[in-house]
């Protein structure tokens, strides 16, 4: 299903401001911080403020359409999102991210979290960092 379509489907509006984040989205392949997502979208559109940018991605976050991973300064980027249970993995060196499909291999681990700890274990977040195969090259 297309963004645009999503957006249709959730009732919410798709605003200039929403249009550029996702523009800009689209465009990359490596995360993006709230401040590059801004600094970019307002070539896009002008007016796009920063709290606009932070409540946009908290939406398409909500709606599956962004990926939120933890970079290596600590800060947050935010990637596409493919459909379906999916993990990034991200290159140290370059920054380049992809996804891999994620499912219930993790199924053992968390039950003996669950049952070590008492907690219920109501979701999971993996990221793997390594370095891709062209920054591995000589």
Not at 54 to 62: A, F, P, S
Not at 98 to 112: K, M, Q, R, T
Not at 120 to 136: A, N, R, S, T, Y
Request: aromatic share 4%; net charge neutral; proline share 5%.
């Amino acid at each position: 299903m297309a963004w645009e379509e999503k957006f249709a489907e959730t009732g919410h509006r798709l605003t200039a401001a929403r249009r550029a984040v996702m523009q800009v989205l689209l465009a990359e392949t490596t995360p993006l911080s709230p401040q590059e997502l801004h600094t970019r979208g307002r070539a896009i559109h002008p007016a796009l403020g920063l709290v606009s940018v932070y409540r946009t991605l908290d939406l398409l976050e909500q709606l599956g359409l962004v990926r939120r991973v933890h970079l290596a300064d600590g800060c947050h980027g935010y990637l596409l999102a493919s459909p379906g249970h999916r993990h990034a993995l991200l290159c140290r060196c370059c920054g380049q991210a992809v996804e891999f499909p994620g499912g219930e291999d993790l199924s053992v681990l968390i039950a003996e979290v669950q049952r070590s700890t008492g907690y219920q274990v109501e979701e999971h977040l993996l990221q793997l960092i390594g370095v891709c195969p062209v920054c591995q090259k000589p």
